[in-house]
C-alpha cells in the first residue's frame, strides 16, 4: 500500500518511535503537532539537538552527560565535595539534583549487576568509584542504587568493597517502594528517602 507521505516523513517517525514512552502512533502525532508548528517548534527542536549532538561528553569524574567536561555538579565550587551518591543511571542523577535537596558530588554507575544480562563488576564504574572514595577528603558514599533486586545487589557489592577504607557508607530509605526507579520518584519521596538514608552494615 502506498504512503500517504513521503519517506522522509516516515523516517522521523521511525526515529521517534524509537524513543521511551513513544510507540508506532505516538510517533505520529508528535510528528504531525511538529510539522504544524515548524517555525515554532520543530526547528528550534532540530537545532537543539543538532547541538546537543555535537557538543555532549560523558564527565570524566562522575560520568553526568553534559556539554562541558567536567559536567557542571563537578565543577560547582559549591558542592560538598567530602560526600558523593552512587547512582545508575544519568536519568537518576538528574531526577536527584532536579530536588535540590542533595548539594554533594555524584558518581553514576552505568547499570547494575546482574548475572543474567551478562553485567560484571568491570563492566561498571566500581573502580572509579573506590578510586574517587579512598581519598581522604571523601567522608561518605550514598548508595542511591534503585529499589530492585539487582540495584541491591549491586549496593550490596558496593558497600563490601569500601569497608576497607574509612568511609561511612549509607543508603537511600523511605519513600522508596520496592521496585521503583528514582527517575519516576516526585521530589518530595526523592528529598525524604535522602534524609532518612541508613547505614549500611
Given amino acids: 500500500m502506498q504512503s500517504s507521505h ?6 522521523l517517525i521511525q526515529a521517534l518511535a524509537k524513543l521511551p514512552g513513544l510507540g508506532p502512533r505516538s510517533a505520529r502525532r508528535a510528528v504531525l503537532h511538529l510539522i504544524k508548528r515548524k517555525e515554532g517548534e ?3 527542536l532540530s537545532t537543539a539537538m543538532k547541538q546537543v549532538a555535537d557538543d555532549i561528553d560523558i564527565c570524566s569524574e562522575c560520568g553526568n552527560l553534559d556539554t562541558a567536561n567536567p559536567c557542571a555538579v563537578c565543577a560547582d565550587l559549591k ?3 567530602s560526600v558523593i551518591c552512587v547512582v545508575e543511571q544519568v536519568s537518576d ?3 536527584l539534583d532536579r530536588a535540590q535537596s542533595y548539594k554533594g558530588q555524584y558518581h553514576v554507575l552505568g547499570g547494575v549487576l546482574s548475572a543474567l544480562d551478562g553485567i560484571r563488576p568491570e563492566d561498571l564504574t566500581i ?8 581519598a581522604s577528603n571523601v567522608k561518605e558514599v550514598i548508595l542511591a542504587t534503585n529499589a530492585t533486586v539487582e540495584g541491591q545487589i549491586t ?3 558496593i558497600s563490601e568493597k569500601l569497608q576497607k577504607f574509612d568511609v561511612k557508607v549509607t543508603a537511600i530509605a523511605h519513600g522508596v517502594p520496592v521496585g521503583g526507579e528514582l ?3 516526585d521530589d518530595g519521596t526523592l528529598i525524604a528517602a535522602l534524609k532518612a538514608r541508613k547505614p549500611v552494615i
Fill in 6 to 11: 513521503h519517506p522522509e516523513i516516515d523516517q
Fill in 42 to 44: 520543530m526547528i528550534p
Fill in 79 to 81: 558542592r560538598d565535595r
Fill in 93 to 95: 542523577l538528574w531526577a
Fill in 127 to 134: 573502580d572509579k568509584l573506590i578510586e574517587r572514595a579512598a
Fill in 155 to 157: 549496593a550490596h557489592y
Fill in 183 to 185: 527517575d519516576y520518584m
